[in-house]
Nanobody, 125 residues
Framework: VQLQASGGGLVQSGDSLRLACAAS????????MGWFRQAPGKEREFVAG????????YYADSVKGRFTISRDNARNTVYLEMNSLKPEDTAVYYC???????????????????WGQGTQVTVSS
């Protein structure tokens, strides 16, 4: 499966962005999906995750209440709606697929088998 992340950009503090992760080559219907981010000089960190059916979601404390993850299995796409963006949200954002579990949402990088190429989000103050 190939994952293509898009929607990043340069915005101001308080603005919103919507990231999309489109899959090709394989359906994402059965897999839990996650969004991660990596800022310069820092480790990749979990941002949000969603179960295969979209019923269960989980967020990092740093984005809870501001970000919303969703998915459209018919379109083979996962989204990350980001509101009230802050400069500390600046990072490259990656989507990832957990091929072995569609229900439980994991927060570790090593739990995801497929990764998109990343999309840059820059929030200016």
């Amino acid at each position: 499966v190939q994952l293509q992340a898009s929607g990043g950009g340069l915005v101001q503090s308080g603005d919103s962005l919507r990231l999309a992760c489109a899959a090709s080559g394989r359906t994402l219907r059965s897999y839990a999906m996650g969004w991660f981010r990596q800022a310069p000089g820092k480790e990749r960190e979990f941002v949000a995750g969603i179960s295969w059916d979209g019923i269960t979601t989980y967020y990092a404390d740093s984005v809870k209440g501001r970000f919303t993850i969703s998915r459209d299995n018919a379109r083979n796409t996962v989204y990350l709606e980001m509101n009230s963006l802050k400069p500390e949200d600046t990072a490259v954002y990656y989507c990832a697929a957990d091929l072995y579990d569609g229900v439980r949402i994991k927060t570790y990088v090593r739990s995801y088998e497929y990764w998109g190429q990343g999309t840059q989000v820059t929030v200016s103050s």
